[in-house]
């Protein structure tokens, strides 16, 4: 039985700076690297990737930022990869997710080392019984892979200090929502 760290699209395009970027984005990627590099729990770290490559109407030159963004995140590119605080060594594997479609939830994503293994059967193989999820945004990925995490079978807690949301409110919706469908939120 270990427990792993999810750690949420925490990228440079949904940090400040970038083209989606969160107000909170600097400060939970700086969070959840003093959490990772410290004295800590998880047995495993893994981090998720919004990874577009033509991913249709997720895209949009108006977006309404519910369910069309602006572009962000495309694969291989600058606005894709972590962010710079983060001490990359402590992730042990990377799962990207949304090539050619819309994907909020990590439990989409396939491991970058082999596109074969999905998030939930990497997890189980790796012995991981109950997750901890952190990032961006707590309204829509982090929502989207909390629940995904509860469908699965995992014992589920979110950190709410370390996610940003895209809009507040919706991001204490999300929190609320996430607890009464059996997920822990750590405040
Ligand atoms: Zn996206």
């Given at each position: 039985m270990s427990k792993a760290l999810i750690m949420v699209d925490v990228q440079n395009d949904f940090c400040p700076g970038g083209s989606l970027g969160t107000e909170r984005g600097h400060d939970v990627a700086r969070g959840i690297n003093e959490l990772i590099t410290?004295?800590?729990?998880?047995?495993v770290i893994v981090a998720t990737q919004d990874w577009h490559i033509d991913p249709g109407t997720h895209?949009?030159?108006?977006?309404?930022?519910v369910d069309t963004w602006p572009v962000?995140?495309?694969?291989?590119t600058e606005g894709a990869r972590?962010?710079?605080?983060?001490?990359?060594?402590?992730?042990r594997e990377y799962f990207r997710k949304g090539e050619y479609t819309a994907a909020y939830s990590g439990f989409e994503g396939h491991a970058a080392s082999d596109e074969s293994t999905l998030l939930a059967q990497w997890l189980k193989d790796n012995g991981v019984t109950e997750v901890v999820v952190a990032g961006i945004a707590t309204d829509h990925c982090v929502l989207a892979t909390a629940k995904d995490a509860l469908k699965e079978g995992f014992q589920v807690s979110i950190i709410a200090d370390l996610c940003a949301p895209v809009d507040k409110t919706r991001g204490e919706n999300a929190l609320t929502e996430l607890e009464e469908v059996g997920a822990s939120i750590i405040r």
């Open positions: 410290g004295e800590h729990s998880y047995d895209f949009s030159d108006e977006p309404n930022f962000h995140c495309t694969a291989d972590m962010h710079p605080d983060l001490d990359l060594t402590k992730i």
